[in-house]
C-alpha cells in the first residue's frame, strides 16, 4: 500500500501536473505504522542485531543473560515511550491537533498506534524473558520449536 500511495504521487504530480494534499502525509503515517508495528514481529523472530563479538563468544546460558538484561532496557524503554504517546495521545484529542499540512489530517490515531506498538513490544520481550527465565533455571527450552527437534522428534 505504501508503494501505491508513492507511485500514485509520483505519477499525479509529474504525469498529470496535479499533485495530491494527502499521499505525503498518508505515506508518513504508513511508514510509521510499518516500522513501529513491525518491531515486536521482529523480535519474534529474532531478526534483532546483537552486539555479535561479545555474544557469539560465550556460552548459551551467558546468552540468555544478555538477553534478560537488554530485554529488560527494552522494556524500560517501551513504558517510557507508552507514557509520552499517552499524553501526546491525550493532547492530540482534547486539543484536536493536526498535521501542519494542506491536507491536515488529525494526529491522535498516531499516538495510539505507537501506544499499541509498544505495548506489542513488551508482550514479545516478556514472553522472550520467560523464556530464557525457565531456561536458566530448569535447563529445557520452555517451548520445543519444530526446528530445536531431530527427525525423530526428540
Not at 107 to 128: G, N, R, T, Y
Amino acid at each position: 500500500m505504501l508503494a501505491f500511495v508513492v507511485a500514485f504521487e509520483v505519477f499525479a504530480r509529474y504525469f498529470l501536473n496535479k499533485p495530491t494534499v494527502w499521499a505525503y502525509d498518508l505515506s508518513l503515517f504508513m511508514a510509521g505504522y510499518i516500522a513501529a508495528l513491525g518491531g515486536a514481529y521482529a523480535q519474534q523472530k529474532k531478526a534483532h542485531i546483537n552486539v555479535d563479538i561479545l555474544y557469539i563468544a560465550v556460552s548459551a546460558n551467558s546468552k540468555r543473560v544478555f538477553n534478560l538484561l537488554s530485554s529488560s532496557l527494552a522494556i524500560f524503554f517501551m513504558v517510557v515511550v507508552i507514557l509520552i504517546c499517552t499524553e501526546k495521545f491525550n493532547e492530540a484529542v482534547e486539543f484536536n491537533y493536526r498535521r501542519f499540512s494542506e491536507w491536515s489530517p488529525p494526529m491522535h490515531h498516531f499516538w495510539m498506534m505507537l501506544i499499541v506498538a509498544a505495548s506489542l513490544m513488551i508482550l514479545q520481550f516478556s514472553s522472550d524473558m520467560l523464556e530464557d527465565l525457565y531456561h536458566l533455571i530448569t535447563g529445557r527450552n520452555l517451548i520445543e520449536r519444530a526446528e530445536e527437534t531431530d527427525a525423530d522428534g526428540n
